[in-house]
């Protein structure tokens, strides 16, 4: 794994919540999910109703994209992560782990698991920096 890869990898796996935007071409919707993330196939994790607004959205558009950050007024601790990637039907047991093992407590629940595939990040990190950017793209 690349360093950037990297960095975006361990800010995002110190969080749990993420803010997802959908659009169905015509209106757009945003929503917070919980999530487990996969460094090995750069992929959220996440639980949805196929009724909700957002999963009616992704039946028409299955482009996403959405960003996870950090709360706080003090501008050199500002971090935050942009993505977009491709929304789809979970079908890895080793992916299924990953959520459950993140949120045990979902297992009563049996919801339905879904997979976010990134393809792009754009990290903000204060921390190194006033207004650093680290960048990452899929290679095709």
């Known amino acids: ?24 071409y015509k209106t757009q919707s945003v929503c917070s999910l919980f999530y487990a993330f996969n460094r090995d196939t750069n992929s959220f994790i996440v639980a949805s109703n196929e009724g909700t607004v957002h999963m009616e959205h992704i039946k028409q558009n299955h482009k ?12 050199g601790k500002v971090q935050g992560v942009q993505f977009s990637g491709v929304f789809m039907e979970l079908e890895s047991s080793e992916l299924e782990y990953c959520y459950f093992k993140k949120f045990p407590y979902a297992l009563a629940l049996t919801p339905k698991l879904w997979q976010i595939k990134v393809d792009h990040f754009k990290m903000t990190d204060n921390t190194l920096g006033f207004g650093k950017k680290i960048i990452w793209e899929a290679t095709s």
């Open 64 to 75: 996403v994209s959405g960003n996870i950050y950090l709360e706080t007024k003090m501008v």
């Open 1 to 24: 794994m690349d360093m950037e890869l990297f960095k975006i990898a361990t800010f995002i796996n110190k969080h749990h919540v993420l803010s997802l935007a959908t659009t169905d």
